[in-house]
């Protein structure tokens, strides 16, 4: 079946560094993905949706600036976090829809995310 | 607006007995799918069960089945013979054709399996 890749699993990193986080999707070309953000014991939050060759589309409230995506290729969709701070520390997921989403939605593992 | 609404923050039910799962959602829509995703504690999002709502026959999917009401909106998850497995967060999402792939999600129902 179709599979998302998400990498790194967790990281951990320094107020006012940057993290990358990488989604790639392994065995189908995934033209969109959605970055989710998700606190504890709370559902998924849209962050953004990006389209393989385009600008994202942020939601309302998410910092363009400080949540950086980027959707080169068919494959790849990569999320940075700028400058990060602890208020940023979470639960980061992305998923691509496959077969036009009728079918489902592939998800990554996700990445927690600390910043110290 | 469209809107996923889950009522049960948190059920439990008993090792190899049955539970219910509620479901209800508003759309102005005709054609879109339903989805149940089950998290469990790795968080890895696992999708259960579909449903398209142009179909009247409810989903089944091994112990897992749903009773769609689409009338009434309702999209309810039954799951037989509960294994301790079965132990996660469920959420509830709608899909509608008009929605760019977006999802929209229920706030999730954590479910209990008592050994």
């Known amino acids: 079946g179709a599979v998302v890749s998400q990498h790194p699993s967790w990281v951990i990193c320094k107020s006012g560094t940057s993290v990358k986080i990488e989604c790639r999707s392994l065995?189908?070309?995934?033209?969109?993905m959605f970055w989710y953000r998700q606190f504890p014991k709370q559902s998924l939050m849209l962050m953004a949706t990006?389209?393989?060759?385009?600008?994202?589309?942020?939601e309302q409230g998410v910092e363009k600036d400080k949540f950086l995506i980027n959707h080169a290729s068919l494959t790849l969709s990569t999320l940075t976090v700028t400058s990060a701070h602890p208020e940023d520390s979470s639960f980061y997921i992305c998923?691509?829809?496959?077969?036009?989403?009728?079918?489902?939605?592939?998800f990554g593992s996700g990445t927690r995310l600390t910043v110290v | 607006a469209q809107t996923v609404t889950q009522s049960q923050p948190e059920m439990s039910v008993q090792e190899a007995e049955t539970v219910t799962l509620s479901c209800t959602y508003d759309t102005s829509e005709s054609d879109y799918y339903l989805f149940w995703y089950k998290q469990p504690p790795s968080r890895q999002m696992i999708l259960v069960i579909r449903?398209?709502?142009?179909k009247q026959q409810n989903a089944t999917e091994n112990r897992f089945s749903v009773n769609f009401q689409k009338a009434a909106k309702s999209f309810s998850l039954k799951i037989s013979d509960s294994q301790l497995g079965d132990a996660a967060m469920y959420f509830c999402a709608y899909y509608s054709l008009d929605s760019n792939y977006q999802l929209i999600w229920g706030a999730g129902t954590k479910l209990i399996i008592k050994p």
């Open positions: 990006s389209n393989e060759g385009s600008k994202a589309t942020y």
């Open positions: 998923s691509a829809p496959h077969e036009g989403g009728n079918y489902g939605y592939t």
């Open positions: 449903q398209e709502a142009y």
């Open positions: 065995d189908f070309q995934a033209t969109t």
